[in-house]
């Protein structure tokens, strides 16, 4: 059975910095695409960035492009959203996802799932 485990969410203030950190169990790691998401109350789940196996390519929402960068170690089986600047608007339940499609954007087209993790900026 596949696990996900996350951690690294919390309580900031603005401006603050914070990383996300999230390991899989998937032997096949190398071939997934990851991705990172985040909910708030009421809304559907939102697409953050995701990062290609191989080469590692990225993409990014424009609400994070610039403050978040997203990275994989394979070898750890890990990937990781470092967080800088943080605003009130960033404060949501991030999940990361485990996908085959290349960069995938949409929540429907991962595979995996993570438990998710509050992350709280207070201003």
């Known amino acids: 059975q596949v696990q996900v485990v996350q951690s690294g969410g919390g309580l900031v203030q603005v401006g603050d910095s914070l990383r996300l950190n999230c390991t899989v169990s998937?032997?096949?790691?190398?071939?997934?695409?990851m991705g990172w998401f985040r909910q708030t109350p009421g809304k559907e789940r939102e697409f953050v960035a995701a990062?290609?196996?191989?080469?590692?390519?990225?993409v990014y929402a424009d609400a994070v492009k610039g403050r978040f960068t997203i990275s994989r170690d394979s070898a750890k089986r890990t990937v990781y959203l470092q967080m800088n600047g943080l605003r009130p608007e960033d404060t949501a339940v991030y999940y990361c996802?485990?996908?085959?499609?290349?960069?995938?954007?949409?929540?429907?087209?991962?595979?995996?799932w993570g438990q998710g993790t509050q992350v709280t900026v207070s201003s």
């Open positions: 996802a485990a996908a085959l499609r290349y960069l995938a954007i949409a929540p429907g087209e991962y595979d995996v």
């Open positions: 998937l032997d096949n790691f190398f071939d997934y695409n």
């Open positions: 990062i290609s196996r191989g080469r590692g390519a990225t």
